[in-house]
Nanobody
Framework: EVQLVESGGGLVRAGGSLRLSCAASGTNRADRAIGWFRQAPGKEREELSCIGSSDGSTNYADSVKGRFTISGSNANNTVYLQMNSLKPEDTAVYYC?????????WGQGTQVTVSS
């Protein structure tokens, strides 16, 4: 059973930084990628970044490229999202996800609020 637990969210001023963590369990060879998406009230889900399981390649949405960095630790099955130069429009609930061929799994999310 896949379980993902996000942490590290909070309230920060514009220009500040946060690091989100995602503790993953139940991962296996079927995982194609692990990453982060966010969802703000009234807005569609936005995929932010992911790490490919096969080659470790990373991808970023244009909205966060150059500001956010995804990384992972195989030792403790944790994925991080370092977020710098935060903007008020980054305010959302951030979710960690695992993508398999037929389904995605995600955690309960962590709230990030950026004040102006």
């Amino acid at each position: 059973e896949v379980q993902l637990v996000e942490s590290g969210g909070g309230l920060v001023r514009a220009g500040g930084s946060l690091r989100l963590s995602c503790a993953a369990s139940g991962t296996n060879r079927a995982d194609r990628a692990i990453g982060w998406f966010r969802q703000a009230p009234g807005k569609e889900r936005e995929e932010l970044s992911c790490i490919g399981s096969s080659d470790g390649s990373t991808n970023y949405a244009d909205s966060v490229k150059g500001r956010f960095t995804i990384s992972g630790s195989n030792a403790n099955n944790t994925v991080y999202l370092q977020m710098n130069s935060l903007k008020p429009e980054d305010t959302a609930v951030y979710y960690c996800y695992i993508r398999r061929r037929w389904s995605d799994y995600w955690g309960q999310g962590t709230q990030v609020t950026v004040s102006s």
